[in-house]
C-alpha cells in the first residue's frame, strides 16, 4: 500500500513542472515575440534557437514587423490622443476649477456679505432690544407713576367727597336759613305794608284832573262816607302809582298805593270793600291789602283754584299771607300750598272731577 500511494505522487509532480512550463510558455509578450525575445525563453527551455527560426516562414517575419510597425503607430497615435484628451481634460478642469474659484470667491463674499448683513441684524435686535428694556423700564416707571397718581387722587376724591358732604350740608343749612330769612323778609315786608291799601283799575286819566289825594277821599266819601272822620277826610301819609313810570305796552292802568295814617282807618276801608264793590264816577274798583310781590305772586296761583271754588259754593278765602281756606261738610279746610290743595282733591272723587283741569293748569 505504501508503494501505491508513492507512485501517485511521482505522477502529481511531473504534472505541476509540465503546468510551470505552460505558464512560462504563455507569459511570453509581443514585443519579446517580435524582437527576438523567443529565443531567449526557447533557450530556457532547451530547445535549438537555429532550428526554431528556421521553422518560421519570412513572410510571417514581414507581416509581423508591418504589425509591430502598426502596432506602434497606434500605439503612439493612442499616446498623442491621451495626451491631447488629458490636456484637454486639464484646460477643461482648470476652466472649471478657475469658475469654481470664482463662484467659491463669490460665495465668500455672499457669505461676507451674509455674515455683515446678520451682524447687522444682530446689532439692530440687540439695539431694537436694549430699546425695548429701556421702554419697558420707562412703561413701568409711568404705570407706578399712575398708580402713584390715581392713589393720590382716590385719596383727593375720598377727602373731596368728604369735603362735598361736609359742603352740601353747609349749603342744606345755608338753604334753610335763606328760606327762613326769605320768610322774614317777606313778613317783614308785608308788615311794613300793614298800614297800606292798593286800589286797582283806577284809570290813569284820573290823575291828570286830580290829585290821588283827593280821588281817594272822593271814593271813601262816594262808597263808604261814616268812615270819613270829623274833618269829612281821612288822613293819608303817602299815595302813588306802582310802579312810578308808566309802561306805555301795559292796557291796564297801574295800581295805586295809600298809606294810612291811622291802622283802624285803613281796615274800615278794607272790611267795607270786601262787603261791596267800590266804584268811582262810574268805574268799578276794586281795593286790597298791599302786600309783598312776593306774596302777591303766591296769592296769584291760587286764582283759578279760587273762583273754581267759589263756582262750587265752598267759600274760598286767601288769608294772610297767602293761604286757602275753604268749607267743606261743616269744617274749614286751609292749605298753604297749591300741592296740598291737589292731595286732598285727589282723595275726594266728587272734587276730583271738577278740580282736575284747574289742578293740571295750576302746576
Known amino acids: 500500500m505504501r508503494g501505491a500511494r508513492a507512485q501517485p505522487n511521482m505522477g502529481s509532480k511531473e504534472g505541476v513542472n509540465s503546468s510551470k512550463q505552460q505558464k512560462k510558455k504563455k507569459e511570453i509578450t509581443i514585443d519579446s515575440f517580435c524582437t527576438g525575445n523567443e529565443q531567449r ?9 537555429a532550428k526554431e527560426k528556421s521553422e518560421i516562414p519570412a513572410n510571417w517575419i ?8 502598426q502596432f506602434k503607430t497606434q500605439l503612439r497615435e493612442a499616446e498623442d490622443n491621451w495626451e491631447k484628451n488629458l490636456k484637454t481634460k486639464i484646460s477643461h478642469l482648470e476652466t472649471e476649477n478657475s469658475v469654481l474659484k470664482a463662484k467659491i470667491n463669490q460665495l465668500e463674499n455672499e457669505a461676507k456679505e451674509m455674515k455683515d448683513e446678520v451682524k447687522k ?11 425695548k428694556e429701556k421702554d419697558d423700564q420707562k412703561t413701568k416707571d409711568e404705570i407706578q407713576s399712575l398708580r402713584t397718581r390715581i392713589q393720590q387722587l382716590e385719596s383727593s376724591d375720598l377727602t373731596r367727597q368728604q369735603d362735598t358732604i361736609k359742603q352740601n350740608q353747609k349749603n342744606e343749612k345755608i338753604e334753610e336759613n335763606m328760606k327762613h330769612l326769605i320768610h322774614k323778609t ?15 283799575g283806577l284809570p290813569e286819566d284820573h290823575d ?63 272790611q267795607a270793600a270786601k262787603k261791596k264793590s267800590f266804584r268811582y264816577q262810574g268805574t268799578t274798583v276794586r281795593i286790597t291789602q298791599d302786600l309783598a310781590a312776593s306774596t302777591l305772586k303766591k296769592r296769584k296761583a291760587w286764582n283759578t283754584i279760587f273762583w273754581k271754588a267759589r263756582e262750587l259754593g265752598l267759600q274760598p278765602r286767601i288769608n294772610y299771607p297767602a293761604k286757602l281756606t275753604i ?19 285727589k282723595k275726594r272723587p266728587d272734587l276730583n272731577r271738577n278740580f282736575d283741569v284747574q289742578a293740571q293748569n295750576s302746576r
Open 41 to 49: 525563453v526557447n533557450e530556457t527551455e532547451g530547445e535549438d534557437p
Open 62 to 69: 514581414q507581416a509581423l514587423e508591418e504589425l509591430k510597425m
Open 121 to 131: 441684524m444682530k446689532d439692530d435686535l440687540q439695539r431694537k432690544s436694549d430699546q
Open 186 to 200: 317777606e313778613d317783614l315786608e308785608n308788615r311794613s305794608r300793614r298800614d297800606n291799601l292798593r286800589i286797582i
Open 208 to 270: 291828570k284832573r286830580k290829585s290821588l289825594d283827593i280821588i281817594l277821599q272822593e271814593i271813601i266819601k262816594e262808597n263808604c262816607p261814616e268812615i270819613l272822620e270829623q274833618e269829612g277826610k281821612v288822613e293819608i301819609d303817602r299815595i302813588h302809582r306802582s310802579p312810578p313810570v308808566l309802561n306805555p305796552q301795559l292796557t291796564t292802568p297801574r295800581n295805586v298805593i295809600a298809606k294810612f295814617k291811622n291802622y283802624q282807618t285803613k281796615e274800615k276801608i278794607l
Open 327 to 345: 268749607f267743606l261738610q261743616g269744617k274749614v279746610w286751609s292749605f298753604n300750598k297749591i300741592e296740598e290743595f291737589q292731595e286732598f282733591v
